[in-house]
């Protein structure tokens, strides 16, 4: 079955901490996304990769930080520069940025 | 910044009704997709329209696109206890390659 894997569902974080966010995906899709959702509201762009080995920015990037050393992996570090961490996570990928995004079942971050 | 704008915020309807949904956007547009959200899950993507399409159909969804108006409509016919999620809009420029989301519009369907 192809599919975006995210873990884990739940993660606390403590003050001053880093954490890292997993996201896998096996449909062999070139983009991929990371965003942001807090409660009632739409999903905001944190960081995207059109390839490997290059991201870019998006709307809401501090205290956020991603790698993409290998096409199906693209973790999300949340650092302790980011001071309101606490929401909903969502990994997507696509095969090019304008096509239809699969989504993965998201992380859910709190704070400890 | 965040492109798309949903009408209305929620919406609930006895099952067997249809359900209007409709999304404003500011900017030119390449295309324009629907996605359904589960309330704790991922989205799913329902349909794309292009900017050059009117009209598109899947199962019980019918979209509209009016680029004049800058503004889409997504109708879910014969609703069902099931279609209950949130459903969002979302846009992608001529010039980018990224999604740019509305607020979505929360559905209940009451059996």
């Known amino acids: 079955d192809g599919g975006i894997t995210q873990s884990p569902k739940y993660l606390f974080r403590k003050e001053g901490q880093n954490v890292t966010l997993s996201c896998e995906q096996n449909?062999?899709?070139?983009?991929m996304y990371w965003y942001r959702q807090d409660p009632g509201q739409g999903l905001r762009l944190i960081y995207y990769?059109?390839?490997?080995?290059?991201?870019q920015k998006g709307d809401i990037a501090e205290g956020y930080s991603v790698s993409r050393e290998k096409k199906e992996s693209f973790p999300l570090t949340v650092t302790s520069a980011q001071k309101n961490p606490t929401a909903f996570y969502l990994c997507?990928?696509?095969?090019?940025?304008?096509?239809?995004?699969?989504f993965g079942d998201g992380t859910r971050l709190s704070i400890l | 910044s965040q492109q798309g704008e949903e009408d209305p915020q929620a919406l609930s309807i006895q099952e067997g009704e249809n359900a209007t949904m409709n999304c404003s956007y500011k900017?030119?547009?390449?295309?324009l997709q629907w996605y359904r959200q589960n309330s704790g899950r991922g989205l799913v993507h329902l349909i794309l329209?292009?900017?050059?399409?009117r009209e598109k159909h899947s199962g019980r969804l019918r979209v509209t696109l009016d680029t004049s108006k800058k503004s889409s409509s997504l109708l879910i016919t014969a609703s069902r206890a099931a279609d209950t999620a949130s459903y969002f809009c979302?846009?992608?420029?001529?010039?980018?390659?990224?999604?740019?989301f509305g607020a979505g519009t929360i559905l209940r369907v009451k059996s």
């Open positions: 997507a990928s696509s095969i090019t940025g304008n096509q239809p995004q699969h």
């Open positions: 449909l062999n899709h070139d983009a």
């Open positions: 990769s059109q390839i490997v080995n290059d991201f």
């Open positions: 900017t030119s547009i390449n295309n």
């Open positions: 329209i292009r900017s050059n399409e």
């Open positions: 979302a846009t992608t420029s001529p010039y980018g390659n990224k999604l740019v």
